[in-house]
């Protein structure tokens, strides 16, 4: 859908029949309809979307204890502490770790099911697709809560892996610290595979059925056609696809909350749960501070998001000189 | 929109809970209709409905569950007979909840007339002086109250006001082992014959572990408070003088008892007599397991026995008891908890300030303590009328070992009228006591004594700066304000202590 | 693209296509990974049904010794999970509702005209595409407290709503920029204004968007969670499905049979939809991810 900002910026959709050099109040008198239909937009966004995206740079610079009205100025002060705080650094790890171990593990095992699911001779595809996309419709925070259950010691998981040998002893998965970080990876990306999943059945559509068909009468086995002829035509939609998961897997809150809240010991402790806690769960809430780290984050996520852009620009540029 | 009107004096007829919600909703245009049939008719705007004049409604909200019925038994439903023109709504919240409701609603002017402060009390007087609560003396007798001579400066009364008072006994704490009668008895253990310490306590931990079906002991390792709790108090059984030696003002989280206290636990987990799912619960989780018969042993509150009763009484017929928390040898040392605080808080824009007060001078009265007692929670302020309520024998010998095993520290925002702001200045350090030892117990490789020195540095450095911030702004106190010389580790710290040093 | 993933049109082909050992031997690895997918569920499912000790005490065993029913009926009245659906039902009601209209105004004009502000407003857009939720709840909770509207129904809807939802407004202006110009010419020499061409004419053209629209924020006012969480905090009575279930588990932690049912019900619904519009939701997606 960011090709359609793309689109937006370069081509001009049918326009009023131009009046070029026509004066800017004319104009603004003429269109005034046009800015009544934008004016729920307008305010709706400028309020919810632009004004906390200011206000946070300004609260980032405040000392301001939850319970007190109102903060006051200290500068740059949250961001120095922050620097120096092993907690802030120690969520930043841990969503980088989360990002680094599930995104390609969502986009690569999403790509192996869609291509199974693309093939003309798999059949009941509707039916299988429905399994797997069955948990990205579901409600993370429940999801996180019922696998409380699912990942204790007593519960399947710990119980299969017992019995199947692979185990020694029993585990709760989100009560030790050297794996509930990486239990709350598992756990998105079974929810959120089917969705990837769909994206990719999306972009393999785009390969005509013929460039498969030749490179199966030049004698090229399933193989060495996909490696050479269906892979290079994906890679722009690796791009799209790795960057709107990188995105996701930084949204991880509700599912992380309810499942680890974070613990033990801040061992799956993300950046969101980090700016939560120090906002609203600590006993001493500092909204300051907290903004600074949702700054800091904000940053990360827009340079992600910039990465975006430029990716995608190059993404449909390649696909386009395909065509 | 932003109105500092106190909900009750909104014109009768409307219903005052809601009256923001209706705000909200009269502006939605087409879903007004929708909406409005949906928030009028919660259950509390139904009870408010009639409030209006001179005459309201209480909003309280509060955390312990197990007083519901008391509560409304002992205090509200004879207050509201008396005084027919108030009723009382109150709102039970979990602990884990009630702070951040709390800092919402103050942000919103939504606060409720009576509040506790649990996840907020930190410093109460940092509270006071954001002006969160107003004061009541005015509006009751408190210095001729039963408990006149447990309110203090600093904790209790500001500025010469009395803003809250303790309802609750200082001379308790929250790790007391509690056993199954049953199953010590059925593992060849005779309860009777106490074990004193940590050995002792370990074996009977192993012969329930080796001679029957349950788990020697629980240690709910989910809630790092928890964790923090048991350390100090083991600690300070094994002669440590709290988290701060009162005699130097020092921390001393990295003193040898501390260290001794988290090897015992571990060792207790090494042993495999801890409860093998402890590492994912929370205490309220071991009590339902200890209730199932799962393990022997778990180390909480007094009000062990109140929470059991109001959620499964055969539990209780069961069988169950206490013994003293166990010390490393066979030195005695008592464990120290800081004068009670205030419990309930009078919101600064509550418009009843009147009847706050006259509920809060009720429930010091000896009528109310003596139904307190009864309902087996933290012991009554009037730690007398457990003597003749009607509790649960093993409650009674609870509240008699703390008689016997807990005496009163000082408390610096006692002994030093600005020592609070220090206190409010004070930011977390993290990991803190709690979360180191949640670390080893879930496995980690850590080095616990470097651990702890670690944090105990952390917790001095960042009251030296929070001192520093404070004595910047002009204000006088120092670090000697936590510092009590004629402090005595074996006897109570008593007021006039405060005087003498 | 969207009938070409369900291509397989002609039921016996599957009986050809899995005498093939090859064939058969991905779909059984296929069928396998998808069971495994949705066993959650049917643990959750099984767990709901089970009692206390069973739960954890009768290994893999999904099939309870003898059905509690009564679980579902204490998780729905003791937790007062009426309440909370029908809160769930509202604010994702008017969230939608809000969505699509103030997407569709906004989509119409960027999508069909060119105006000032237009490319001030794109770059808007694009520099907050991806925020998010998490980096501007503070601000917004500040920002509802100052306009009067916590703990009320509109203050959630709106925090939901009003802000971010970009894509949608890019799905309209996209699907409009498409539509032929003669359109609008003719109505207007009809004498009909702006207003009257886009509920009459535009707005009805444009439903497949639309739909694709209410999926997609049904989906994510639906299943949201921080900022419900965040604006109930002083409200249990206003708590949504995913709020309520989690203050649940505070109250109740060891009733597990409890909190799988109550899972169960608040996961129900949103998969029953799903199930009975499937075609739709992928193709929503898909279609989304394509443009």
Not at chain 1, 36 to 64: C, M, N, R
């Amino acid at each position: 859908m960011t090709a359609e900002l793309e689109q937006l910026r370069t081509t001009h959709p049918p326009a009023p029949p131009a009046q070029p050099r026509a004066g800017v109040l004319r104009r603004l008198r003429k269109d005034w309809w046009i800015y009544l239909f934008l004016l729920p937009t307008v305010l709706g966004y400028g309020a919810y979307t632009v004004y906390p995206l200011l206000a946070s740079w300004w609260f980032a610079l405040l000392d301001w204890p939850g319970f007190a009205d109102q903060g006051t100025f200290v500068g740059l002060e949250n961001f120095e502490r922050l620097l120096a705080d092993d907690l802030f650094w120690n969520s930043f790890r841990n969503s980088l770790v989360f990002l680094v171990c599930a995104v390609p593990l969502r986009v690569g095992l999403a790509l192996f099911l869609a291509i199974l699911l693309n093939r003309k001779k798999t059949p009941f595809k509707g039916f299988l697709r429905t399994l797997y996309f069955l948990p990205v419709v579901t409600t993370g925070a429940i999801i996180g809560v019922s696998f409380t259950l699912l990942l204790d010691a007593g519960g399947p998981i710990s119980l299969a892996l017992v019995q199947s040998g692979l185990l020694d002893s029993p585990v709760n998965f989100v009560a030790d610290t050297g794996t509930s970080l990486f239990a709350g990876a598992a756990v998105w990306v079974w929810k959120w595979l089917g969705i990837t999943m769909i994206y990719w059945l999306a972009a393999l559509q785009t390969i005509p059925e013929e460039v498969h068909e030749a490179a199966m009468l030049d004698g090229a086995g399933p193989g060495r056609e996909f490696l050479h002829v269906t892979l290079p035509l994906l890679v722009p939609f690796l791009v799209i696809i790795t960057l709107i998961d990188t995105v996701g897997a930084l949204n991880v809150f509700d599912l992380m909350y309810t499942l680890t809240a974070g613990g033990p010991a801040f061992s799956s402790e993300v950046i969101e749960i980090f700016i939560f806690r120090t906002a609203f769960g600590a006993s001493v809430p500092q909204l300051g501070y907290a903004s600074a780290a949702a700054v800091l984050f904000g940053l990360i996520t827009m340079g992600l998001a910039v990465a975006q852009a430029v990716g995608v620009g190059w993404a449909r540029r390649s696909i386009g000189g395909m065509k | 929109m932003r109105t500092n009107i106190p909900l009750e004096r909104t014109p009768a007829g409307m219903p005052s809970l809601d009256r923001r919600r209706f705000l909200g909703v009269s502006g939605a245009g087409l879903m007004t209709a929708v909406l409005a049939s949906c928030t009028g008719g919660g259950q509390s705007s139904e009870e408010s409905g009639g409030s209006s004049g001179a005459e309201g409604t209480i909003r309280w909200w509060d955390q312990f569950r197990p007083l519901t019925e008391m509560l409304e038994q002992d205090l509200f439903t004879p207050y509201t007979e008396a005084h027919p023109g108030i009723t009382i709504e109150r709102r039970q919240l979990a602990a884990a909840d009630l702070g951040q409701a709390l800092q919402v609603a103050r942000r919103s002017n939504q606060l409720p007339d009576v509040h506790t402060l649990v996840g907020l009390d930190s410093a109460p007087a940092a509270l006071v002086s954001e002006d969160w609560f107003q004061p009541i003396s005015e509006f009751a007798d408190f210095d001729s109250s039963p408990v006149a001579d447990q309110i203090f400066d600093g904790l209790h009364r500001f500025d010469g006001e009395i803003y809250s008072v303790p309802l609750f006994s200082a001379r308790q704490h929250q790790t007391i082992p509690w056993y199954n009668t049953e199953l010590l008895t059925q593992a060849g253990v005779d309860p009777e014959d106490e074990p004193t310490t940590w050995d002792d306590l370990r074996a009977v931990a192993r012969q329930v572990t080796d001679n029957t079906e349950a788990s020697g002991i629980f240690l709910p390792a989910q809630n790092p408070n928890y964790l923090t709790a048991i350390v100090t108090q083991l600690a300070m059984a094994a002669g440590a003088p709290g988290a701060i030696d009162w005699s130097t003002g020092e921390y001393v989280y990295d003193s040898q008892p501390f260290i001794d206290a988290v090897e015992f636990l571990l060792s207790l987990q090494r042993d495999g007599l801890v409860h093998p799912a402890s590492a994912a619960m929370i205490p309220r989780d071991a009590l339902a397991r200890w209730a199932a018969g799962e393990g022997a042993i778990f180390p909480w509150g007094p009000w062990f026995i109140g929470d059991l009763i109001t959620e499964s009484p055969e539990v209780v017929e069961r069988g169950l008891g206490c013994w003293s928390i166990p010390r490393p040898g066979a030195e005695r040392h008592s464990v120290r908890s800081g004068p009670a605080g205030g419990v309930f808080w009078v919101s600064t824009d509550s418009g009843q300030p009147a009847v706050a007060a006259d509920l809060l001078l009720q429930m010091t009265g000896e009528d109310f303590q003596a139904a307190l007692a009864s309902a087996m929670d933290q012991p009554p302020a009037l730690l007398e009328t457990v003597e003749t309520a009607d509790v649960h024998p093993a409650y009674r010998d609870c509240v008699s070992r703390f008689a016997e095993d807990v005496r009163i520290a000082p408390a610096p925002e006692i002994g030093h009228p600005e020592a609070w702001r220090v206190v409010a200045e004070m930011r977390a350090v993290q990991p803190d006591l709690g979360i180191i030892v949640q670390s080893a117990l879930s496995g980690e490789d850590i080095d616990v004594a470097a651990q702890l020195r670690t944090f105990r540095e952390a917790a001095s450095a960042e009251r030296d700066r929070a001192l520093a911030t404070v004595q910047q702004e002009g204000i006088e106190v120092g670090l000697d304000a936590w510092v009590f010389s004629n402090w005595e580790p074996e006897s109570d710290y008593m007021i006039e202590d405060y005087e003498g040093r | 693209m969207t009938a070409a993933v369900e291509s397989d049109r002609t039921q016996p082909r599957w009986r050809r296509i899995l005498t093939r050992p090859g064939n058969a031997l991905i779909f059984l690895g296929l069928l396998l990974l998808g069971v495994l997918w949705i066993y959650p569920f049917i643990w959750l499912l099984s767990a709901s049904l089970k009692t206390q000790p069973e739960i954890f005490g009768s290994g893999l065993g999904l099939l309870p010794q003898e059905p509690i029913w009564e679980n579902y009926a204490r998780a729905w009245n003791v937790v007062g999970f009426d309440r909370y659906f029908l809160n769930t039902v509202l604010i994702t009601g008017g969230t939608v509702l809000l969505i699509v209209v103030r997407s569709a105004l906004a989509g119409y004009v960027l999508g069909r005209y060119k105006f000032i502000g237009k490319k001030v407003l794109i770059a808007v857009f694009v520099v907050t595409f991806f925020l998010p939720e998490g980096y501007t709840i503070i601000p917004v909770v500040q920002l509802t407290d100052q306009l009067g509207l916590l703990n009320t129904f509109l203050g959630v809807i709106l925090g939901l709503g009003a802000g971010g939802q970009v894509a949608a407004t890019l799905l309209y202006a996209g699907y409009f920029s498409g539509l032929p110009k003669e359109l609008e010419e003719s109505a207007r020499l009809d004498g009909a204004g702006p207003l009257r061409i886009f509920t009459q004419i535009m707005l009805p053209l444009s439903w497949p968007i639309t739909a694709t629209v209410v999926i997609l924020s049904f989906l994510f006012a639906w299943n949201t969670y921080l900022l419900p969480l965040v604006f109930t905090l002083s409200e249990p009575e206003m708590r949504t499905l995913a709020v309520g279930m989690t203050a649940f588990v505070g109250e109740n932690s060891t009733d597990w049979p409890g909190l799988a049912a109550a899972a169960i019900i608040a996961l129900v619904p949103v998969m029953a939809v799903f199930i009975a519009l499937q075609r739709k939701f992928v193709d929503s997606i898909a279609g989304a991810v394509k443009q």
